[in-house]
């Protein structure tokens, strides 16, 4: 299973960024999805997931209303359109997938089967 995140980079505050992580290797349909962010000497934190069939989301509550995630199974891809971004935003951004079709609420940081090396991204105020 292979989980390439994309999309970071550097934003100005107030601003959007659209993060993509594309899956190979599996059964895309059979996995519910998740984000998450990692800031230096911080614990890994939940962003935001997504059910196998898309009908089910949650967020953060740093994160609700400002960001949004949506999957399209016919492209393996899972997205997370993040807008009126906040410094404190700025961390390096993982998905992560867990298979067997799974409730939203078993989609945690420590739920989740395989993990992506991420996408940086910086907000700067």
């Known amino acids: 299973v292979q989980l390439q995140a994309s999309g970071g980079g550097l934003v100005q505050a107030g601003g959007s960024l659209r993060l993509s992580c594309a899956a190979s290797?599996?059964?895309?349909?059979?996995?519910?999805m998740g984000w998450f962010r990692r800031v230096p000497g911080k614990e890994r934190e939940f962003v935001s997931a997504?059910?196998?069939?898309?009908?089910?989301?949650y967020y953060a509550d740093s994160v609700k209303g400002r960001f949004a995630i949506s999957r399209d199974n016919a492209k393996n891809t899972v997205y997370l359109q993040m807008s009126t971004l906040e410094p404190e935003d700025t961390a390096l951004y993982l998905c992560?997938?867990?298979?067997?079709?799974?409730?939203?609420?078993?989609?945690?940081?420590?739920?989740?089967?395989?993990w992506g090396k991420g996408t940086l991204v910086t907000v700067s105020s």
């Open positions: 290797g599996l059964t895309f349909d059979d996995y519910g």
């Open positions: 997504v059910t196998w069939s898309g009908s089910s989301t």
């Open positions: 992560a997938a867990r298979d067997g079709r799974p409730d939203i609420a078993t989609l945690t940081v420590y739920g989740m089967d395989y």
